[in-house]
C-alpha cells in the first residue's frame, strides 16, 4: 500500500494499523526548492521494499490525475509494480479515466454524483443546491 500526501497517508495508516501484517510506503514530496518538485520513497512502519514488490495506491479523490501519476513514476522508479489505485472518491473529471488508459485500475467507493444523489435523497441539499452541484460536475467532466 502506499499513501499519496497528504490525504492517503491517515487512509493507509488505519489499514496498517489494523492489518496482520502491514506493508507499505509513503511517498513524501521534498522541499520544492531543492529537488524541482520531485517525490521520492520514505519506508513508512519500518518497512524495507523489495523491488518488483507489487503496491496499491491508495488517496481521498481523484481529479485530474496528475498526482497520481506522479506517485505511480516515484513509486516505479525505485523498482516497485504498481498494480493499481483506491479513491474514496472520484470526482468525475477525468482522472480515473487517464489512469485506466495508462494501464493501473482504479477502484472508487463513490462518485461525487452519487454522493450528491444521496445527499438530495437524504434530504441534506435542497434541488437547488443539488442542480447546481450536477451542473458543476457536467462542466467540468472532461471531453
Known amino acids: 500500500m ?3 500526501p497528504r490525504a492517503g ?3 493507509v495508516n488505519e489499514i496498517a494499523r489494523i492489518a496482520a501484517k502491514p506493508r507499505g510506503f509513503r511517498v513524501i514530496p521534498l522541499d520544492k526548492k531543492e529537488t524541482g ?3 521520492r520513497i520514505v519506508p513508512a512502519l519500518n518497512f524495507t521494499y523489495r523491488t518488483g514488490e507489487k503496491v496499491l495506491l491508495i488517496d481521498d479523490l481523484v481529479t485530474e490525475a496528475d498526482t497520481k501519476f506522479e506517485a505511480i513514476q516515484a513509486l516505479e522508479l525505485v523498482g516497485q509494480q504498481v498494480v493499481g489505485l483506491i479513491v474514496l472518491i472520484d470526482r468525475e473529471q477525468g482522472g480515473k479515466e487517464k489512469i485506466e488508459q495508462a ?3 482504479v477502484y472508487s467507493a463513490f462518485t461525487i454524483s452519487q454522493l450528491f444523489n444521496y445527499y438530495l435523497e437524504s434530504g441534506k441539499i ?3 443546491k443539488y442542480q447546481e452541484c450536477m451542473d458543476y460536475v457536467a462542466a467540468n467532466k472532461a471531453a
Open 37 to 39: 518538485n520531485e517525490r
Open 103 to 105: 494501464g493501473y485500475p
Open 2 to 4: 502506499s499513501g499519496i
Open 126 to 128: 435542497g434541488q437547488n
Open 9 to 11: 497517508e491517515p487512509i
